[in-house]
Nanobody, 126 residues
Framework: QVQLVESGGGLVQAGGSLRLSCTASGRALEMYRMAWFRQAPEKEREFAAGINWSGGSTHYADSVKTRFTISRDNTKNTLYLQMNSLKPEDTAVYYC???????????????????WGQGTQVTVSS
C-alpha cells in the first residue's frame, strides 16, 4: 500500500494561487495513476484533475480546466496541483488519490482509486 500525505492548503483571496503537494511513501509513485479530488461542505467528493503514471497524460474537470495544472515528480515521489485564479467555489478539502495502474484511461470515479490521503483544506475568500 502507498501512503499519501497532502500539504499546501490554506486561506487565499479570490484570484490568488496555491500549490498543493502530495507526498507518497511505502511504494514508488511511478507505479500509480494519480488524481486530485475535492469535497466542499455538504457536497459529494468530486474529481478535479488526473495524471497518468509518467505524467504524459492529464485530464481535468471542466470547472478547473485552464486554471489548475496537475503534475508529478516521480523522482521525489510527489504529486502537485497548481491552482491559479482561485474562486470562492473552489473552497473544499482537497484529496490526492492513487490507483495502481499504467493505463492511460482517464479515470474520474472515486471507486477507481484505492488509496487516499487525509486531505488539505483550501479556503478562498471573496
Amino acid at each position: 500500500q502507498v501512503q499519501l500525505v497532502e500539504s499546501g492548503g490554506g486561506l487565499v483571496q479570490a484570484g490568488g494561487s496555491l500549490r498543493l503537494s502530495c507526498t507518497a511513501s511505502g511504494r514508488a509513485l511511478e507505479m500509480y495513476r494519480m488524481a486530485w479530488f475535492r469535497q466542499a461542505p455538504e457536497k459529494e467528493r468530486e474529481f478535479a484533475a488526473g495524471i497518468n503514471w509518467s505524467g504524459g497524460s492529464t485530464h481535468y474537470a471542466d470547472s478547473v480546466k485552464t486554471r489548475f495544472t496537475i503534475s508529478r515528480d516521480n523522482t521525489k515521489n510527489t504529486l502537485y496541483l497548481q491552482m491559479n485564479s482561485l474562486k470562492p467555489e473552489d473552497t473544499a478539502v482537497y484529496y490526492c488519490a492513487a490507483a495502481r495502474t499504467f493505463s492511460d484511461y482517464p479515470y474520474t470515479s472515486r471507486s477507481d482509486y484505492a488509496n487516499w490521503g487525509q486531505g488539505t483544506q483550501v479556503t478562498v475568500s471573496s
